[in-house]
């Protein structure tokens, strides 16, 4: 009688993969499916963030003691010849991948073999039942506690706002009541709050001095990084040329700004979406297209690796 060895046993493993190599969950075939599964599983993913609020937690005490410390770029700071009054500490984050865990929204997307979309994401949502992301509760706890404010800034809709504010107490997170202070700011919240969150940060330093920052889309630390889809914007260039424009400059301000990644600018690993990889399918369009859909961001999925050119950015 043959015995179970853990050869054997791999062997059935790795049939029983390549046997439902068709399902579009299945990590083996499709990448998307494997980063899903790299935030679920990997001790690896969970190290990143427990190392990025480790470092975090590190600086605070220097950051909250030095009036200078000022993260976002927006924040310009005490006024010149102002009385001098210096303004409350702030921490800015954002909410997805950054303190809330939603991959088991998208392994439910991939396992009915749908992307994303506005309507599930929005049930998804009012579920409440996101996870912390590792080391974000502690931390945020302690800087509540040494007289921070915590502010959400999130481009989850202004009509998801009270879900986001239960998922978020639920966990335990930082949030006063909104009739003390409305610390999570939603997108179209206000007229002129979009989905670059740079009016947002600029609304958070009229009143605070903004000591960290924290995301997992570049777009949580600069403006003008996402691609624009405007058909306006692209009648004479194309939205190919933009997207490899932009792709470049992506690289060129992330090392313009080198000195603040794990000082002021704390980013999260989100490996399934986010603006570059929206940025990149559109580098990746057609010539003459004019807009993005879902089919060129799923056949950049097998172009991706290939698509890497040389960075005009300073190599390491
Ligand atoms: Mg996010």
Not at 73 to 97: K, R
Not at 118 to 128: C, H, I, L, Q, T
Not at 225 to 244: A, C, F, M
Not at 260 to 271: A, I, K, Q, S, V
Request: include cysteine.
């Amino acid at each position: 009688m043959a015995t179970v060895t853990s050869r054997s046993l791999f062997a059935a493993l790795l049939l029983s993969a390549v046997s439902s190599a068709q399902s579009p969950a299945d990590p083996n075939r499709d990448p998307a499916a494997l980063a899903v599964a790299w935030q679920q599983h990997a001790a690896e993913y969970r190290a990143c963030c427990l190392q990025t609020f480790n470092i975090a937690h590190a600086l605070l005490d220097t950051a909250l003691e030095d009036p200078t410390w000022i993260a976002a770029i927006e924040d310009e700071g005490p006024t010149p010849g102002s009385s001098g009054a210096i303004l409350p500490p702030a921490i800015v984050v954002d909410v997805d991948e950054t303190v809330l865990d939603n991959s088991p929204y998208a392994a439910r997307r991939l396992a009915s073999g749908e992307g994303f979309d506005p309507k599930s994401w929005s049930a998804w949502v009012a579920e409440r039942q996101a996870t912390a992301v590792p080391g974000a509760l502690a931390f945020l706890t302690e800087a509540t506690r040494r007289g921070v404010t915590v502010f959400y800034v999130t481009n989850r809709e202004f009509a998801d706002e009270p879900a986001t504010r239960d998922n978020l107490l639920r966990l335990g997170f930082p949030v006063p009541p909104t009739e003390i202070l409305d610390v999570v700011l939603t997108k179209r919240e206000r007229e002129d709050w979009g989905s670059d969150k740079g009016t947002r940060r600029r609304h958070v330093a009229a009143s605070f001095r903004i000591v960290m920052l924290f995301g997992d889309d570049l777009g949580d630390f600069l403006s003008a990084v996402k691609p624009t889809q405007s058909p306006e914007r692209h009648t004479e260039e194309s939205l190919h040329r933009h997207g490899q424009d932009l792709a470049l400059d992506r690289l060129a301000r992330t090392d313009e700004f080198a000195a603040h990644w794990g000082t002021r600018w704390f980013m999260l690993p989100n490996p399934s979406y986010g603006s570059w990889f929206d940025t990149l399918a559109c580098a990746t369009l057609p010539e003459g297209a004019t807009k993005l859909v879902p089919d060129h961001a799923a056949a950049l999925r097998t172009k991706q690796i290939e698509l890497r050119e040389p960075s005009p950015a300073k190599q390491d």
